[in-house]
């Protein structure tokens, strides 16, 4: 009973950290950056490097992705190529609408509606649910990523990963405009 009561009264302030961690800009992405138009960086060639990272800081899929966008005047479309370190592929098609000159909203196949969008000055802000294949069984997650141009070339990436408010990893993505 002494267990169980411990236990609820050491969760309900790990739960409210946890859910206080979201979407506040990480301390590399502070300075000016450079002003970002996501359908201008992303036109042509792009390749990044990522890793995802668990709540408790163990270090779990790293991978390469070759990224080829193109820009319509209306659509970017962005062909993503993923490589695991174990050697798994994915690949991931964007359709990223502008919908006004700060906010855009996307889809994709594995993309649970619509992602949605708004840049601000050097930084993008974000967001879509996916529900994750975990081998024997799905679990949605939704990504809150904070992008940030920090100069022309590169963009830097940082996505909290969370299942319903809690944040459970997070991905760290560096982007190389080629």
């Given at each position: 009973m002494f267990a169980n009561r411990?236990?609820?009264v050491l969760t309900l302030p790990l739960l409210?950290?946890?859910?206080?961690?979201?979407?506040?800009?990480?301390p590399a992405f502070k300075g000016a950056g450079v002003p970002l138009v996501l359908e201008e960086y992303f036109e042509g060639s792009t390749r990044a490097d990522?890793?995802?990272i668990d709540f408790f800081g163990n270090v779990g899929d790293s991978?390469?992705?070759?990224?080829?966008?193109?820009w319509d005047g209306t659509v970017l479309t962005l062909d993503e190529d993923f490589t695991?370190?174990?050697?798994?592929?994915q690949r991931r098609?964007?359709?990223i609408t502008k919908t006004?000159?700060?906010?855009?909203?996307?889809?994709?196949?594995?993309v649970i509606g619509e992602a949605r969008g708004e840049v601000n000055g050097a930084t993008l802000t974000w967001t879509y649910d996916v529900d994750l294949d975990l081998g024997d069984r799905t679990q949605r997650v939704t990504f809150d990523d904070v992008l940030f141009l920090q100069d022309e070339q590169t963009l830097l990436n940082q996505a909290d990963v969370k299942v319903g408010?809690?944040?459970i990893g997070v991905v760290k993505i560096n982007f190389t405009k080629l």
């Open positions: 411990l236990l609820r409210l950290v946890l859910v206080s961690c979201g979407n506040t800009l990480p990522g890793v995802f991978f390469v992705v070759d990224v080829e966008g193109t695991y370190a174990d050697g798994r592929k098609i964007w359709y006004s000159p700060n906010t855009y909203v996307g889809r994709a196949d594995d408010p809690a944040v």
